[in-house]
């Protein structure tokens, strides 16, 4: 678990063990050595822990899952119902797979010693398994809005039972599409005086604002937002090359890096797949990562891209939120993003608990125009830096795609070293 276990982590003075938590809680800290807060820890567990709703604006990565895993945990136990029941008490509801498997992870982490029992389920894999093991007894259940409803309308669970809901990353719900099936979710679980009902978003648009209102009752909103709206720990620097020149200043800038753990976002899934073969030809160690990679496959990319493996994740927007993914150094935006929103929160994967990083954007002939949006939302203007296009390297043109892998295994010739087994040289890294 990530939330609290960087030593450059910001944190309060307020200590977990100034809160009334079940013994079995605080052994659970202890063992994953959570002593104090993070600031939206801090503000929302008084809240929480004593029943209140609470809607809570946060940037991933700031400890928003401990804070509200702790308050389901609470709530739980304080119950004195016997064992887990074929139906949930709780709900944990987030956008993505990857989100989910996380908030799975965290959970029985810092649960282990309550004897609550988690399920998580999502789509793409292990259909009956996971059916089998909510109708086996859940107290927890944790899992993406389409395979929630599935199980739910085939009768293998019921929501009448659920005493907290938590609502995780709700933006992204609207961005994905997902707002009717929360919507229909929620219709289904006792009224909102009856439950307790915790929503988290790194963004408050109106639309989030507007379904705290229908869906909660008198929540507290808690924002906590640093001065600016991106950090002013990431260095973010912009280029201007032509559309021929974004590969080879790609190129370039990955060589020049000592040692990096990059993600370079794209904007469809089409170029993903150019601009990763493209750096693998070029003997960069990258890999691609979209909505059309299988869910086994993209586990193992994450895994491997985590564990230093994999020095450049190439990705869409599908990996730009709901992802735990420390040690990020650098995030390069090959193309802008067309909302000024996912500009913030693909940076956001670099500079992460306390950390620094670096952000590099192109503004390209295709994308360009979406710059002054991106400056006013950030209220900052980029800084430019200057290429010289007659300095660029030639490329080698990349194969075909094949349907298996085998792809090149040799180091590169140059920047981006591997760190070997012991992990990647860079400060940021722990």
Same mark, same amino acid.
């Given at each position: 678990?990530?939330?609290?276990?960087?030593?450059?982590?910001?944190?309060?003075?307020?200590?977990?063990?100034?809160?009334?938590?079940?013994?079995?809680?605080?052994?659970?800290?202890?063992?994953?050595?959570?002593?104090?807060?993070?600031?939206?820890?801090?503000?929302?567990?008084?809240?929480?822990?004593?029943?209140?709703?609470?809607?809570?604006?946060?940037?991933?990565?700031?400890?928003?899952?401990?804070?509200?895993?702790?308050?389901?945990?609470?709530?739980?136990?304080?119950?004195?119902?016997?064992?887990?029941?074929?139906?949930?008490?709780?709900?944990?509801?987030?956008?993505?797979?990857?989100?989910?498997?996380?908030?799975?992870?965290?959970?029985?982490?810092?649960?282990?010693?309550?004897?609550?029992?988690?399920?998580?389920?999502?789509?793409?894999?292990?259909?009956?398994?996971?059916?089998?093991?909510?109708?086996?007894?859940?107290?927890?259940?944790?899992?993406?809005?389409?395979?929630?409803?599935?199980?739910?309308?085939?009768?293998?669970?019921?929501?009448?039972?659920?005493?907290?809901?938590?609502?995780?990353?709700?933006?992204?719900?609207?961005?994905?599409?997902?707002?009717?099936?929360?919507?229909?979710?929620?219709?289904?679980?006792?009224?909102?005086?009856?439950?307790?009902?915790?929503?988290?978003?790194?963004?408050?648009?109106?639309?989030?604002?507007?379904?705290?209102?229908?869906?909660?009752?008198?929540?507290?909103?808690?924002?906590?937002?640093?001065?600016?709206?991106?950090?002013?720990?990431?260095?973010?620097?912009?280029?201007?090359?032509?559309?021929?020149?974004?590969?080879?200043?790609?190129?370039?800038? !990955?060589?020049?890096?000592?040692?990096? /753990? +990059?993600?370079? @976002?794209?904007?469809?899934?089409?170029?993903? #797949?150019? %601009?990763? $073969?493209?750096?693998?030809?070029?003997?960069?160690?990258?890999?691609?990562?979209?909505?059309?990679?299988?869910?086994?496959?993209?586990?193992?990319?994450?895994?491997?891209?985590?564990?230093?493996?994999?020095?450049?994740?190439?990705?869409?927007?599908?990996?730009?939120?709901? !992802?735990?993914?420390?040690?990020?150094? /650098? +995030?390069?935006? @090959?193309?802008?993003?067309?909302?000024?929103? #996912?500009? %913030?929160? $693909?940076?956001?994967?670099?500079?992460?608990?306390?950390?620094?990083?670096?952000?590099?954007?192109?503004?390209?002939?295709?994308?360009?125009?979406?710059?002054?949006?991106?400056?006013?939302?950030?209220?900052?203007?980029?800084?430019?830096?200057?290429?010289?296009?007659?300095? !660029?390297?030639?490329?080698?043109?990349?194969?075909?795609?094949?349907?298996?892998?085998?792809?090149?295994?040799?180091?590169?010739?140059?920047?981006?070293?591997?760190?070997?087994?012991?992990?990647?040289?860079?400060?940021?890294?722990?």
């Amino acid at each position: 678990m990530t939330d609290n276990s960087s030593p450059q982590q910001v944190l309060t003075e307020t200590r977990f063990d100034q809160f009334d938590l079940f013994p079995a809680i605080r052994q659970g800290l202890l063992d994953a050595g959570f002593e104090c807060c993070t600031p939206i820890q801090a503000s929302t567990l008084p809240l929480t822990l004593s029943g209140r709703d609470v809607a809570g604006q946060a940037r991933t990565g700031t400890g928003k899952t401990a804070a509200f895993l702790l308050t389901v945990f609470q709530r739980l136990l304080s119950d004195d119902s016997v064992g887990p029941g074929p139906n949930p008490r709780s709900i944990i509801i987030a956008p993505t797979r990857e989100l989910a498997i996380q908030i799975h992870r965290d959970a029985e982490l810092l649960g282990k010693h309550t004897g609550l029992r988690t399920v998580l389920t999502y789509g793409g894999v292990d259909y009956a398994r996971q059916r089998e093991q909510i109708a086996s007894g859940v107290d927890i259940l944790i899992g993406t809005p389409g395979r929630l409803i599935d199980y739910f309308k085939q009768g293998v669970y019921n929501l009448k039972h659920i005493e907290v809901v938590v609502l995780d990353e709700a933006d992204r719900m609207f961005d994905l599409g997902f707002i009717k099936d929360i919507r229909y979710l929620f219709r289904r679980m006792p009224p909102v005086d009856k439950r307790q009902t915790l929503m988290f978003s790194a963004t408050f648009p109106l639309k989030v604002t507007e379904l705290a209102y229908e869906h909660m009752n008198d929540a507290e909103t808690i924002r906590f937002e640093e001065e600016q709206v991106t950090s002013d720990r990431v260095t973010q620097v912009v280029y201007y090359p032509a559309n021929r020149e974004k590969l080879p200043l790609l190129v370039k800038l !990955l060589r020049g890096m000592e040692d990096g /753990h +990059v993600m370079v @976002f794209v904007n469809t899934r089409h170029q993903t #797949d150019r %601009v990763a $073969r493209t750096l693998k030809a070029n003997g960069i160690n990258a890999a691609m990562l979209a909505g059309n990679v299988p869910q086994k496959k993209r586990q193992s990319l994450l895994k491997r891209f985590h564990d230093g493996e994999i020095d450049v994740l190439v990705a869409t927007d599908v990996a730009a939120r709901g !992802l735990h993914i420390p040690d990020v150094s /650098h +995030v390069i935006n @090959f193309d802008l993003p067309q909302d000024a929103a #996912d500009y %913030v929160h $693909r940076i956001g994967r670099t500079a992460r608990l306390g950390a620094t990083g670096d952000a590099i954007s192109f503004a390209c002939e295709d994308y360009a125009f979406h710059l002054p949006e991106i400056e006013e939302y950030i209220e900052m203007p980029l800084p430019v830096e200057a290429h010289d296009p007659d300095d !660029l390297p030639s490329l080698e043109r990349p194969r075909p795609p094949k349907p298996t892998g085998g792809g090149r295994k040799k180091g590169r010739r140059g920047g981006l070293r591997r760190g070997g087994s012991s992990g990647r040289g860079d400060s940021r890294s722990k």
